[in-house]
């Protein structure tokens, strides 16, 4: 199993930035793909970016390609989302998420549905 810590959250102003951390627990931080999920008030909640275990692919959801970008850092076991050019449609809770996919091959990112690993979330809120 593997347990995940996010932290990076805050209020910023739009047009602004803020970087998100999660950091896993475990030894076997290389054998999962990882993700970033949002949920805003009111809404379900939904993808924001995924990577593959060696972080040799990724993917994103439309409405926030080109201002995000998913990375991770295998020796510090932590995986990061550098959020750019906020605007308010982005205030959410923010969770990373994992996905074991040892089996896939390491450029294998996977479909929302293989996530199965949460942590508990950071606020991040977009100011107009």
């Known amino acids: 199993q593997v347990q995940l810590v996010e932290s990076g959250g805050g209020l910023v102003q739009a047009g602004g930035s803020l970087r998100l951390s999660c950091a896993a627990s475990?030894?076997?931080?290389?054998?999962?793909?990882m993700g970033w999920f949002r949920q805003a008030p009111g809404k379900e909640r939904e993808f924001v970016a995924g990577?593959?275990?060696?972080?040799?692919?990724?993917n994103y959801a439309d409405s926030v390609k080109g201002r995000f970008t998913i990375s991770r850092d295998n020796a510090k076991i932590t995986v990061y989302l550098q959020m750019n050019s906020l605007n308010p449609e982005d205030t959410a809770v923010y969770y990373c998420?994992?996905?074991?996919?040892?089996?896939?091959?390491?450029?294998?990112?996977?479909?929302?549905?293989?996530?199965?690993?949460w942590g508990q979330g950071t606020q991040v809120t977009v100011s107009s």
């Open positions: 990577i593959s275990m060696n972080g040799g692919s990724t």
């Open positions: 998420a994992a996905a074991w996919t040892a089996t896939r091959g390491s450029y294998y990112v996977p479909r929302q549905s293989e996530y199965g690993y």
């Open positions: 475990g030894r076997t931080f290389n054998s999962y793909a």
